[in-house]
């Protein structure tokens, strides 16, 4: 049985921190998708994957231990991967995808909490398994909290095409002193809530700024000063990665292509916030 899932990427975080001492995130799931298909059939647990896809394979047989299906083998075909370790929650997309594929091939019902689960036991992963925004804990998924609708805004998104080792980051970073991440979740789960962009804005910025200590992006504060030049909200980071998105409210016409952007930052492509969630696109037997 074979079939064939999607499931959409990030630009970075909207929020990255420790509220209440303990390292949570806000994804900000976009239009840039990673396609693939499972495939199962009867077989001796053999499980394979691309090559470089070896965080699948790895929840793939945690997977396969958990739900008693040892007995089938299990491939993946990549048909279009996210760029991987700059912020596009590629990893997640790839391991979340493959456990839905596998889901719907054995007719297993499964949740995003029990996918995420298991891919936090690979890596740090990102709350793109719910179709909605929601704060969790990222590297233990101890707790999550669902807090919004996703909002349509645009996104410019900028890509210096740096790699970050997500997994060697996690082991070393540290909540800094002096930085409100208490204050700047509350006010921005307010924003979304009242679907106040402005705000919203102001509170991702915050965000972004909160982690120059952490990994230090060099041209945040002049890409900051051209998007707020032109309407823009304010500017999201991947907080373990390089690339960084401007946002902009959903009837917005931003004259993004030809704005004087820091050099640096990579080349500017337009996207959309989309809701996260995996897709089932076909089933074949």
């Known amino acids: 049985m074979r079939a064939l899932v999607s499931c959409p990427g990030t630009c970075g975080e909207l929020y990255q921190g420790w509220p209440g001492g303990i390292c949570s995130l806000i994804s900000c799931p976009i239009d840039r998708t990673t396609y693939m298909e499972v495939e199962v059939n009867p077989g001796t647990g053999e499980i394979s994957v691309p090559e470089g896809m070896d965080k699948t394979g790895d929840v793939l047989g945690l997977a396969s231990n958990l739900w008693r299906c ?3 083998d299990v491939s993946v075909r990549s048909f279009r991967r996210l760029p991987v370790s700059r912020g596009y929650a ?3 997309a790839d391991m979340i995808s493959a456990l839905y594929g596998l889901a719907v091939c054995i007719d297993r019902i499964v949740s995003p909490e029990e996918v995420t689960e298991m ?3 690979i890596e740090p992963s990102d709350g793109i398994a719910w179709s909605e925004l929601v704060l969790l804990d990222h590297r233990s998924l101890s707790n999550y909290t669902v807090i919004s609708e996703v909002p349509p805004l645009k996104v410019v998104l900028f890509d210096p095409e740096e790699e970050v080792d997500t997994v060697e980051f996690n082991r070393r970073v540290h909540p800094l002193e002096g930085v409100d991440y208490d204050g700047i979740l509350h006010d921005l789960i307010g924003a979304l809530i009242k679907e106040d962009w402005i705000a919203l804005g102001r509170s991702v910025t915050a965000s972004a700024r909160a982690n120059q200590d952490v ?6 504060e002049e890409l900051i000063d051209v998007a707020l030049s032109d309407g823009a909200l304010g500017v999201t980071v991947a907080h373990s990665g390089s690339i960084c998105g401007v946002l902009y409210p959903p009837d917005a016409d931003p004259l993004w292509a030809d704005l004087p ?3 640096g930052v990579g080349t500017p ?5 989309v809701p996260g969630g995996v897709h089932v696109l076909g ?3």
Do not use: G, Q
């Open 269 to 273: 492509r337009l996207a959309k916030m």
């Open 215 to 220: 990994l230090f992006k060099p041209c945040l």
């Open 261 to 263: 952007w820091p050099d």
């Open 283 to 285: 089933v074949a037997r």
């Open 70 to 72: 040892r007995h089938l």
């Open 119 to 121: 891919a936090v036991a």
């Open 90 to 92: 590629s990893s997640t």
